[in-house]
């Protein structure tokens, strides 16, 4: 079982960018599918991205589709999520967790996912 750690965040201005990365230690993480979401103040976590175990397919949540890119590196054991064209909107604590081997990539139900991090904070200003 893989325990991810995200690191990246910060203040930023809108427009910006930020790269996150999430370091997922343990033999299985190249077998498994990785995901980030984020919650808002306020608000239920959301869906952002999620990758397969291979990195060949890649999936996006509505609001960050064309701005945010997932990647992986499976001999590092890390999923990186680079944003860009940053809102007030994006502000939130961002996520990394692993698929459950059961459930297939391209669900982006909370349930799917195990195995939570800590979140890293990401603030854009107006």
């Known amino acids: 079982q893989v325990q991810p750690v995200e690191s990246g965040g910060g203040l930023v201005q809108a427009g910006g960018s930020l790269r996150l990365s999430c370091v997922a230690p343990?033999?299985?993480?190249?077998?498994?599918?990785m995901g980030w979401f984020r919650q808002a103040p306020g608000k239920e976590r959301e869906f952002v991205a999620s990758?397969?175990?291979?990195?060949?397919?890649?999936y996006y949540g509505d609001s960050v589709k064309g701005r945010f890119t997932i990647s992986r590196d499976n001999v590092k054991n890390t999923v990186d999520l680079q944003i860009s064209s940053l809102t007030p909107d994006d502000t939130a604590v961002y996520y990394c967790?692993?698929?459950?081997?059961?459930?297939?990539?391209?669900?982006?139900?909370?349930?799917?996912?195990?195995?939570w991090g800590q979140g890293t904070q990401v603030t854009v200003s107006s």
């Open positions: 343990g033999s299985s993480f190249r077998t498994i599918g």
């Open positions: 990758i397969s175990w291979s990195g060949g397919s890649t």
């Open positions: 967790a692993a698929l459950h081997p059961w459930a297939r990539v391209e669900n982006r139900n909370l349930a799917d996912f195990q195995s």
